[in-house]
């Protein structure tokens, strides 16, 4: 059986289980109150069919309990009081006179109109139902010498038949409709998750592509407008002897080793609390300060870079020992105002523009390989928290002369991080 199956007959399950502890309720109450009309109509047999219903109903209250304990599903609980009902109205056909006949068959219309609205179970049951209370009716009919078989058609016996096919039929129809029913919901509910988890891949997909602030935006309103922020801290790095290296290696043995190491740089980023912006190639382009500005940035930007350069030692150090040839990394953070954001309507990429941008690049370019190099925009905010050497001015392309110092190390100076 598979597990769409269960879970739908469980739901059945439950969905008729109401209706059918409503019906047993009703054979145990009701049943007995119904004698009342016996005492006016059969006043003769009155004893003996109240003694039945007392029965019935005492059956019904136990098959409530067993239902209770466990130990019979909704549809015999129903089952059994329906089937006793039916027995205790085919014996009656025994002892009642032509006269009573139409009251008697309205009695029994009566109860497999009942049914019709209470039970939700399988054909068989319907039909082991009017199997039994034909062959009842038909036994107790015949000892009863006060009736004969066209009276009792006439005097509605041919309607209680044709009314039983149509509450057979009835009763099949609410059932397979209420399977239907049940099976929709639960294809719904399998949709309506699907859709969910789909939703959350594409949001996760979109918010690995884009900043969380962004995102939202994007999200809400369609675009992501672009934003100026005064200060950001922007951080290259490249590789210098890439080019060696990869040369004897496969195209998938060179993703390989770029993933390896541009992960390394992503997870250290993470930590300092900056964004990743791009990979061109071999470099990779990160900032600090964006999507929400912060006043930290500087710092925690040389502190990644810090901590790339002593993860890419490490790194040479690994291919020394392996006797393999090894790439080195130069670094270089600038300082000061970028605009950020998202352009155009395809394959969307958030991206930072501005002079700023342009100098960090150079700063990477004019660096060394091994260390953090900075500029004099970036040194006049850290010089208090790291260890700074001075390297004069340097000649930049298209910049001139520009003042620009390695970071040696943090100096241990206290330092209170902040936020605004």
């Not at 958030?350 to 190099?373: H, P, Q």
Request: proline share 2%.
């Amino acid at each position: 059986m598979t597990a769409s199956k269960l879970i739908w007959e469980e739901d059945l399950e439950k969905s008729s289980e109401k209706y059918h502890i409503y019906g047993a309720w009703i054979a145990i109450i009701f049943d007995p109150v119904f004698g009342i009309t016996d005492y006016f109509n059969i006043p003769h047999a009155f004893s003996q069919i109240m003694s039945l219903r007392i029965g019935v109903s005492i059956i019904a209250a136990l098959a409530l309990l067993a239902h209770r304990r466990k130990f019979i599903n909704s549809k015999m609980l129903i089952f059994i009081p329906f089937l006793l009902i039916s027995l205790q109205n085919a014996y009656t056909f025994s002892v009642i006179e032509v006269d009573d006949f139409s009251g008697h068959s309205l009695n029994y219309l009566a109860l497999f109109i009942g049914a019709g609205m209470f039970v939700l179970w399988n054909w068989y049951y319907s039909l082991a139902i009017i199997v039994t209370s034909i062959l009842a009716t038909c036994y107790f009919f015949q000892m009863n010498t006060l009736l004969n078989t066209e009276e009792a058609l006439v005097n509605g016996g041919l309607l209680l038949l044709v009314v039983t096919v149509f509450m057979f039929m009835l009763i099949e129809t609410r059932y397979r409709l209420t399977i239907s029913n049940i099976k929709f919901k639960l294809a719904l509910l399998e949709a309506n998750d699907a859709l969910t988890e789909e939703k959350s891949q594409s949001d996760k997909l979109l918010r690995n592509i884009l900043p969380d602030e962004v995102a939202d935006e994007l999200k809400t309103t369609g675009k992501a407008s672009a934003k100026h922020y005064p200060k950001v801290s922007v951080l290259f790095t490249d590789f210098k002897g890439f080019t060696v290296r990869s040369a004897s290696m496969t195209p998938e043995e060179v993703i390989e080793e770029l993933n390896k190491c541009f992960s390394a740089f992503d997870a250290i980023i993470e930590k300092y609390n900056l964004e990743k912006i791009k990979t061109i190639g071999d470099a990779y382009m990160c900032a600090g300060g964006l999507p929400l500005a912060n006043d930290s940035n500087p710092i925690d930007a040389i502190r990644a870079g810090l901590a790339m350069q002593e993860y890419m030692t490490a790194y040479k150090n690994e291919c020394i020992a392996k006797g393999e040839p090894f790439y080195e990394c130069r670094l270089g953070i600038n300082t000061g105002e970028v605009v950020a954001g998202v352009v155009g309507t395809k394959k969307f990429a958030y991206d930072i523009w501005g002079d700023t941008v342009n100098t960090a690049s150079r700063a990477e370019s004019s660096g060394a390989v091994g260390l953090v190099n900075i500029t004099e925009t970036t040194y006049e905010l850290v010089k208090d928290i790291f260890t700074c050497e001075y390297r004069g001015d340097i000649e930049v392309k298209g910049k001139g002369l520009m003042k620009m110092y390695f970071v040696l190390g943090e100096n241990g100076a206290g330092y209170a991080k902040k936020t605004s």
